[in-house]
């Protein structure tokens, strides 16, 4: 039996101030995905949400609610990332952080993402939800964000 070994891509981030339903969302794109040869290798997109509950202006965590959602982002994250999933983006809108990732294994990223929530207790409500996406359409409507960048990024 052959080995093909794939090269993930070194991520590569773009930040983004948007707005959505008027109100402030900023977006993080690990924009080397754009660019990824083997897309087909991790069909399964993944989002995360976590509910933020100390709010500033317009639905926007505080700054000890930010530090908070990252810590829980980073412990989701490291539960899943490598060489089974691959960090597409994180949006902050509405008292909502989102995670989206791809996934090469749907079984075992459940698996971990199960094994966290079933950690208890947690001070913050938090979800998910994974679904088949062969083609990429969710990260292509992540993806649509490149035309409306400027300055360094763009």
């Given at each position: 039996?052959?080995?093909?070994?794939?090269?993930?891509?070194?991520?590569?981030?773009?930040?983004?101030?948007?707005?959505?339903?008027?109100?402030?969302?900023?977006?993080?794109?690990?924009?080397?995905?754009?660019?990824?040869?083997?897309?087909?290798?991790?069909?399964?997109?993944?989002?995360?949400?976590?509910?933020?509950?100390?709010?500033?202006?317009?639905?926007?965590p505080t700054p000890e609610e930010s530090?908070?959602?990252?810590?829980?982002?980073?412990?989701?994250?490291?539960?899943?990332?490598?060489?089974?999933?691959?960090?597409?983006?994180?949006?902050t809108w509405n008292g909502l952080r989102?995670?989206?990732?791809?996934?090469?294994?749907?079984?075992?990223?459940?698996?971990?993402?199960?094994?966290?929530?079933?950690?208890?207790?947690?001070?913050?409500?938090?979800?998910?939800?994974?679904?088949?996406?062969?083609?990429?359409?969710?990260?292509?409507?992540?993806?649509?964000?490149?035309?409306?960048?400027?300055?360094?990024?763009?």
């Amino acid at each position: 039996m052959a080995h093909v070994r794939i090269a993930l891509p070194e991520p590569h981030y773009t930040l983004f101030d948007s707005n959505r339903n008027d109100l402030p969302e900023v977006i993080v794109v690990n924009d080397a995905l754009l660019s990824f040869q083997h897309p087909e290798i991790f069909p399964w997109h993944l989002e995360v949400n976590i509910q933020a509950e100390e709010l500033a202006e317009k639905g926007m965590p505080t700054p000890e609610e930010s530090k908070l959602l990252f810590e829980i982002g980073d412990k989701i994250e490291s539960a899943i990332e490598g060489k089974n999933a691959l960090f597409l983006a994180r949006s902050t809108w509405n008292g909502l952080r989102q995670l989206s990732f791809r996934v090469h294994d749907p079984e075992l990223a459940n698996d971990s993402l199960q094994s966290l929530l079933s950690d208890k207790p947690h001070t913050r409500f938090w979800e998910f939800r994974m679904h088949h996406d062969p083609e990429w359409q969710e990260a292509g409507y992540i993806f649509r964000l490149f035309p409306l960048a400027n300055g360094t990024d763009a």
